[in-house]
């Protein structure tokens, strides 16, 4: 099964509108981040929490993790219509060692211009 | 180079055949990850690399795929007698390090699309 699992699987906004995503995972980690992509190719690299962070800011973009739930939020304020794409949470598993990330399913947002 | 490359970005290829992908990372980055993408899902796992190392083959689909890097540097993802289920984007990344414990994010290839017919 899935270490990281995003909701909602879709999401339709009005351009200007805040985007907020969900993401939760099963076991302890290091870090949770989150990618970006296009068209069903590669994936960009937008943030990543550690652990120990309770928040992060990134230009647009606002993660909060919950560790005590197990959960991630990913928001984005005054989308674009540029921002429509799939938005993926990826977090390690301590208990491999940290060595690889798993990847949930992802949320497609799509911003209405 | 300035980024991850793969190759080819496209591969039509008939069933049983074999094929071979290429993965070239970033200069420098010891970590290079695949990944692998069917319509509309996330990315399974296949397989990682610290250096020439492969310490965790688990997510390799089945004893026909195989995978290896040397030089530290390419990495090429071999199929043998290919299946019709193999069709996906296959993705690789690269990273300074291993994984995320350094917090170090992936930098992603383009991608290389697979159709076996």
């Known amino acids: 099964s899935q270490q990281g699992e995003e909701d909602p699987q879709a999401l339709s906004i009005q351009e200007g509108e805040n985007a907020t995503m969900n993401c939760s995972y099963k076991?302890?980690?290091?870090?949770l981040q989150w990618y970006r992509q296009n068209s069903g190719r590669g994936l960009v690299h937008l943030i990543l929490?550690?652990?120990?962070?309770r928040e992060k800011h990134s230009g647009r973009l606002r993660v909060t993790l919950d560790t005590s739930k197990k959960s991630s939020s990913l928001l984005i304020t005054a989308s674009r219509a540029a921002d429509t794409a799939s938005y993926f949470c990826?977090?390690?598993?301590?208990?491999?060692?940290?060595?690889?990330?798993?990847f949930g399913a992802g949320t497609r947002l799509f911003v209405k211009a | 180079g300035a980024g991850v490359s793969q190759s080819p970005s496209n591969k039509v290829t008939e069933k049983g055949k074999d094929v071979e992908l290429r993965c070239d990372p970033i200069?420098?980055?010891?970590?290079l990850y695949w990944y692998r993408q069917s319509l509309g899902q996330g990315l399974e796992f296949l397989i990682y690399?610290?250096?020439?190392?492969?310490?965790?083959k688990s997510g390799l689909p089945s004893d026909r795929f195989s995978a290896e890097r040397t030089g530290g540097s390419v990495s090429t993802l071999t199929i043998q007698r290919t299946q019709q289920e193999d069709s996906a984007v296959y993705l690789c990344?690269?990273?300074?390090?291993?994984?995320?414990?350094?917090?170090?994010?992936?930098?992603f290839g383009s991608g290389t699309r697979l159709t076996v017919v």
């Open positions: 990344a690269s990273s300074p390090g291993t994984g995320s414990f350094y917090g170090y994010g992936y930098t």
């Open positions: 076991t302890s980690i290091n870090n």
């Open positions: 929490i550690r652990s120990n962070e």
């Open positions: 990826a977090t390690d598993d301590i208990n491999t060692g940290g060595f690889k990330t798993i």
């Open positions: 200069s420098g980055h010891t970590a």
């Open positions: 690399f610290q250096g020439n190392s492969a310490p965790d």
